[in-house]
């Protein structure tokens, strides 16, 4: 008997470490102080859409949840793509977009409200990294992990489709051949 991941186990396994990459962004927002920028924030919605995705997953029936597996893999390849342009953008590589700032005044009640709030704005600039670890920023480190997650869903999904195909495969029994005959 073989003992290992099943499909279920790897969709829980997505849904926790994408909840984990989600964690630590909000970390470095709320407890460190980076201010994410507009193209930041855009990169956390795969996983906001991962995350329920893949608990809905880990719920259903096998077949259904090799599905939404390839799904998974196809949300985190998206998100490599975000994290990549981002990393570009950064890099100097090519321009952002023309909007790309982090702070809103859009709630003031009056003009004296608006000209106070943008005076303690700070708008978060899309091209410069707030933090680098072993020469990668936040989005480069969201293309790694975003890739190992489609990897990984790819991987799954095809090994639960083998083991499903194994399972149904007729047993080969020994001591009988219909070539003794």
């Given at each position: 008997?073989?003992?290992?991941l099943t499909a279920r186990h790897a969709a ?170």
């Amino acid at each position: 008997m073989r003992v290992g991941l099943t499909a279920r186990h790897a969709a829980l396994t997505i849904a926790l470490a994408a909840a984990a990459t989600i964690g630590g962004a909000l970390v470095f927002e709320h407890v460190w102080g980076y201010q994410p920028c507009k193209l930041c924030l855009i990169q956390r919605n795969p996983y906001y859409i991962a995350i329920p995705l893949a608990l809905v997953a880990a719920l259903m029936p096998a077949r259904w949840t090799r599905a939404a597996l390839w799904l998974l893999a196809l949300v985190f390849v998206v998100s490599a793509g975000l994290g990549a342009y981002h990393s570009g953008v950064e890099w100097g590589f090519w321009p952002g977009p023309s909007d790309c700032g982090g702070g809103t005044a859009a709630n003031a009640g009056n003009v004296g409200d608006f000209l106070n709030q943008l005076q303690t704005t700070r708008v978060v600039s899309c091209t410069e990294a707030a933090w680098r670890f072993l020469g990668l920023s936040l989005a480069g480190w969201n293309v790694l992990i975003s890739l190992d997650l489609a990897l990984f869903a790819v991987w799954a999904a095809r090994r639960s489709a083998g083991d499903r195909a194994a399972a149904l495969a007729p047993k080969a029994t020994y001591g009988s051949s219909s070539l003794s005959q």
